[in-house]
Nanobody, 124 residues
């Protein structure tokens, strides 16, 4: 069993930056792809970014390309999401997820473990 705990959310101004962290425990996730998803009020969960188990390959949602960067530190069992040039439409609860295989995916149904989420609010 893998437990995921997100941190780093909060309030930011438009154009600002935030860095989210996702700490995994229970077992090493170095062979797991990791992903970030988000859900805004009254909207469906949306893919944000994913990274392969080795960290060599990343995938981004269209609205995140060029602004967000996903990375991981396998010895620390931690995944990060650096968010720059934030926009009010980035406001959402951000969830970290782990997939029991190393290939990254943008499909939420392929992820096996989920964190509780961290709120990100971007003011205009």
């Amino acid at each position: 069993q893998v437990q995921l705990v997100e941190s780093g959310g909060g309030l930011a101004q438009a154009g600002g930056s935030l860095r989210l962290s996702c700490a995994a425990s229970g077992r090493t996730v170095s062979n797991y792809a990791m992903g970030w998803f988000r859900q805004a009020p009254a909207k469906e969960r949306e893919f944000v970014a994913a990274i392969s188990g080795s960290g060599s390959s990343a995938l981004y949602g269209d609205s995140q390309k060029g602004r967000f960067t996903i990375s991981r530190d396998n010895p620390k069992n931690t995944v990060y999401l650096q968010m720059n040039s934030l926009k009010p439409e980035d406001t959402a609860v951000y969830y970290c997820a782990a997939k029991r295989s190393p290939s990254r995916s943008n499909w939420s149904s392929q992820y096996d473990y989920w964190g509780q989420g961290t709120q990100v609010t971007v003011s205009s």
